[in-house]
C-alpha cells in the first residue's frame, strides 16, 4: 500500500536526521537574536515553506525575519529588469545584510549553476558580508551544503520521492526551530488556550 511505504519513509528520515547539525542551527539563530535578522530564501514549494517559517520566528520566536519571495512586486520587477538569477542578492543587498544577520535556505537541491543560481549567488554575497548561513536541503551535492556553517541534508530514502519528503522535512524541521527553548519565546495559540 502505498501510504504505507510513503509514510514508513519519512519514518525513516527521521530517525536519520543529524541531531546535532540542529542544534548547531539553532545555536546559531539564538545568537543572531539581539541585533541580527533572519533572511529566509527558497524557490517554489520552497518558497512557500520560507513564508510560513517567517510567520513562526517573527511570531513565536520574536526574531525579524522575513522572505524576499513575499514581496511579489519587488521580485517580479527585479525579474523584468534585472533578471532571475540576482533577485536575492539584490534583496539582500538593498537590506544591507550584516554579519549579524543568518541567511536560511530551503532548498530541494541547494543551489547550483544549473538550478536556482539565485541561491548561489545569494550564499556567495552572504559569506562576502560575513552573514550566517544555514540551511535545509536534499541534495549533499549543493552549493549550500558546501557552503553554510550548519546544513541539515534531508537523508534520501528513495530516490524517485526526494522533492516531497525535503519540502515536508523543511516545515518539520522549522517547527523544531521555533520550538525550541532557546528560541521560543510566546506560547502558540492553541497550547495558550489549553493552559487557560
Known amino acids: 500500500m502505498f501510504a504505507e511505504e510513503y509514510l514508513n519513509e519519512v519514518k525513516e528520515i527521521a530517525d536519520l536526521l543529524d541531531q546535532s547539525v540542529i542544534e548547531?542551527?539553532?545555536?546559531?539563530?539564538?545568537?543572531?537574536?539581539?541585533?541580527?535578522?533572519?533572511?529566509?530564501?527558497?524557490?517554489?514549494?520552497?518558497?512557500?515553506?520560507?513564508?510560513?517559517?517567517?510567520?513562526?520566528?517573527?511570531?513565536?520566536?520574536?526574531?525579524?525575519?522575513?522572505?524576499?519571495?513575499?514581496?511579489?512586486?519587488?521580485?517580479?520587477?527585479?525579474?523584468?529588469?534585472?533578471g532571475w538569477e540576482t533577485v536575492f542578492i539584490e534583496w539582500l543587498r538593498v537590506s544591507n545584510l550584516k554579519e549579524q544577520d543568518v541567511l536560511l535556505i530551503l532548498s530541494v537541491g541547494g543551489g547550483s549553476s544549473r538550478a536556482s543560481v539565485n541561491l548561489k549567488h545569494a550564499i556567495d554575497y552572504a559569506k562576502r558580508r560575513h552573514a550566517k548561513i544555514i540551511g535545509i536541503v536534499g541534495k549533499e551535492s549543493g552549493y549550500t551544503q558546501t557552503?553554510?556553517?550548519?546544513?541539515?541534508?534531508?537523508?534520501?530514502?528513495?530516490?524517485?520521492?526526494?522533492?516531497?519528503?525535503?519540502?515536508?522535512?523543511?516545515?518539520?524541521?522549522?517547527?523544531?526551530?521555533?520550538?525550541?527553548?532557546?528560541?521560543?519565546?510566546?506560547?502558540?495559540?492553541?497550547?495558550?488556550?489549553?493552559?487557560?
Open 24 to 82: 548547531d542551527m539553532m545555536k546559531i539563530l539564538h545568537m543572531c537574536r539581539p541585533t541580527g535578522r533572519l533572511f529566509i530564501l527558497g524557490v517554489g514549494g520552497s518558497a512557500a515553506s520560507a513564508s510560513h517559517s517567517v510567520n513562526d520566528f517573527r511570531k513565536i520566536c520574536n526574531i525579524e525575519a522575513y522572505a524576499p519571495t513575499d514581496n511579489v512586486a519587488e521580485l517580479t520587477a527585479r525579474t523584468n529588469d534585472e
Open 147 to 196: 557552503n553554510a556553517d550548519a546544513c541539515l541534508i534531508i537523508p534520501e530514502v528513495n530516490k524517485n520521492r526526494i522533492t516531497p519528503h525535503t519540502e515536508s522535512f523543511h516545515s518539520v524541521i522549522t517547527h523544531l526551530l521555533v520550538s525550541h527553548p532557546l528560541l521560543q519565546r510566546e506560547p502558540t495559540r492553541w497550547e495558550f488556550l489549553d493552559n487557560e
